[in-house]
Nanobody
């Protein structure tokens, strides 16, 4: 199975930046669609951003203009650059890989934005 390991989370003040990384174990990483989702306490998990194998991207309205998703296929890694962070961005962020009919999820990583 594909394993996904997130890193780069932590505590940051409002207006600051963080970059999340997700390393995948799969052999066909370049063919995967990759995405980030997040879940705040008491709320449902929500979509944040996705990047296809072609490099095309799509973002949730709440993060457009602030977040950037990218990938480095040579490193089997997808990134989420988060700028101009707001307290409402506080959540556990999950890396997601889609390959054919299969979805894989990382364990999640905490991002906390203080006011």
């Amino acid at each position: 199975q594909v394993q996904l390991v997130e890193s780069g989370g932590g505590l940051v003040q409002a207006g600051g930046s963080l970059r999340l990384s997700c390393v995948a174990s799969g052999r066909a990483f370049s063919l995967y669609s990759m995405a980030w989702h997040r879940q705040a306490p008491g709320k449902e998990r929500e979509f944040v951003a996705t990047i296809r194998s072609t490099g095309s991207t799509y973002y949730a309205d709440s993060v457009k203009g602030r977040f950037t998703i990218s990938r480095d296929n040579a490193k089997n890694t997808v990134y989420l650059q988060m700028n101009s962070l707001k307290p409402e961005d506080t959540a556990v962020y999950y890396c997601n890989a889609i390959y054919g009919a299969n979805n894989y999820w990382g364990q999640g990583i905490q991002v906390t934005v203080s006011s």
